[in-house]
């Protein structure tokens, strides 16, 4: 359970493109999600393929409506899923941790937030899908640029997603 938190552009996809791939030359990873904003899984999908030779395939919601049994995850493989559509669906939740995952990266991860207003905090959504799929993950990365946003007790209950112990 890892944070890699540097620089936007500073190659953050590109080291986890290294990461899966030294997972398969050890024989570690036969599967991995990676949850993303829906604005960048085509370039996690591009990046992939032309960097390392990776196909990832997109669970996009016809993926989703037309996969038997409403399995879209059907073979070891790598998947890539848009946070916000996965965050909204209980059933496509369920679906994704009915499975233990090699390697779960979580792009931007810092939208994955819980706020804190005086004594009460709100988990949101997506701090909630965090949370879910990290207790199916044998790695878990979640990458970012912005990990702190200066609030300390907001950022002690986002390192949950690495520990829930905290």
């Not at 990832?56 to 049994?69: F, G, Q």
């Not at 390192?159 to 112990?165: E, F, S």
């Given at each position: 359970r890892y944070v890699l938190a540097d620089d936007p552009g500073s190659g953050k996809t590109i080291m986890s493109g290294l990461y899966i791939r030294e997972l398969q030359i050890r024989g570690l990873l036969?599967?991995?999600l990676i949850v993303?904003?829906?604005?960048?899984?085509?370039?996690?999908q591009e990046e992939l393929l032309d960097k390392f030779g990776l196909r990832?395939?997109?669970?996009?919601?016809?993926?989703?409506?037309?996969?038997?049994?409403g399995e879209p995850f059907t073979?070891?493989?790598i998947y890539i899923a848009r946070l916000d559509m996965l965050k909204m669906d209980e059933e496509l939740i369920r679906t994704t941790c009915?499975?233990?995952?090699?390697?779960?990266?979580?792009?931007?991860?810092?939208?994955?937030?819980?706020?804190i207003f005086g004594s009460e905090s709100k988990e949101s959504k997506r701090f909630k899908l965090g949370m879910e799929v990290q207790k199916v993950a044998v790695n878990y990365l979640l990458l970012t640029a912005t990990p702190h946003n200066g609030k300390s007790h907001e950022f002690q209950q986002w390192?949950?997603?690495?520990?829930?112990?905290r």
């Open positions: 036969r599967n991995c993303a904003p829906g604005s960048l899984v085509v370039n996690w990832a395939e997109i669970i996009s919601r016809d993926r989703v409506e037309s996969a038997p049994n073979r070891d493989d009915s499975h233990t995952w090699d390697l779960i990266i979580v792009d931007e991860a810092h939208k994955m937030s819980v706020s390192l949950r997603l690495l520990d829930n112990d």
